[in-house]
């Protein structure tokens, strides 16, 4: 079955700073990669996903890109405010959709 | 906005004790699954269901887990009997699934914060 690591597991930048999350995946078949970002005693939220057939998508402050040779995407924060810290789960989906996630990044935000 | 319901958040019970969960995914959302989050880790899927159908509950532990989706809306996720290392967030999530071309965002309820003693 599908396996996603990600690093790192923890992460301290200063505001304004950009931070990045790395994650791969094990199965060439996965084809959607959504990131979740989950604030202490909340639910996962999604905030940005890409689809296989995609290399780069932006969403304002955060992009997310996809290497599918290399089985690894990775998340982007620019110009971080103490509001993004959280964690954060990135996901890979198959045909079956089922979503197997990552073991989470904690971001702090240091002001 | 519809938000997935789930019930209790929070639950205390004794171990060898039953306990049970709900879950009221957003309507028309044919795809529900149970995930299992202990602190400090990622959600581990327990049970994806296919409207009433069961698609995968591989990493169900089904001597004393069970979940069931009868009509094909609500939830319920059963731990009988509960272990101490039970111990987890239950998170329900549903989305569109099948009904969709594409795999479609995942919706989570609050969740179900389960404590054994």
Known sequence: GENVEQHPSTLSVQEGDSAVIKCTYSDSASNYFPWY???????????IDIRSNVGEKKDQRIAVTLNKTAKH????????????????????????????????????VLP | E????????YKITE?????????????????????????GQGPELLVQFQDESVVDDSQLPKDRFSAERLK?????????????????????ASSLGARTENTGELFFGEGSRLTVL
């Open chain 1, 37 to 47: 970002k989950q604030e202490l005693g909340k639910r996962p939220q999604l905030i």
């Open chain 2, 15 to 39: 171990k060898s004790q039953a306990v049970a969960f709900w879950c009221d995914p957003i309507s028309g959302h044919a795809t529900l699954y149970w995930y299992r989050q202990i602190l």
């Open chain 1, 73 to 108: 995407f990775s998340l982007h924060i620019t110009e971080t405010q103490p509001e993004d810290s959280a964690v954060y789960f990135c996901a890979a989906v198959g045909w079956g959709q089922n979503f197997v996630f990552g073991p989470g990044t904690r971001l702090s």
């Open chain 2, 2 to 9: 519809a938000e997935v319901a789930q019930s209790p958040r």
């Open chain 2, 72 to 92: 094909g809306v609500d939830s319920t996720l059963k731990i009988q009997p509960a272990e101490l290392g039970d111990s987890a967030m239950y998170l329900c």
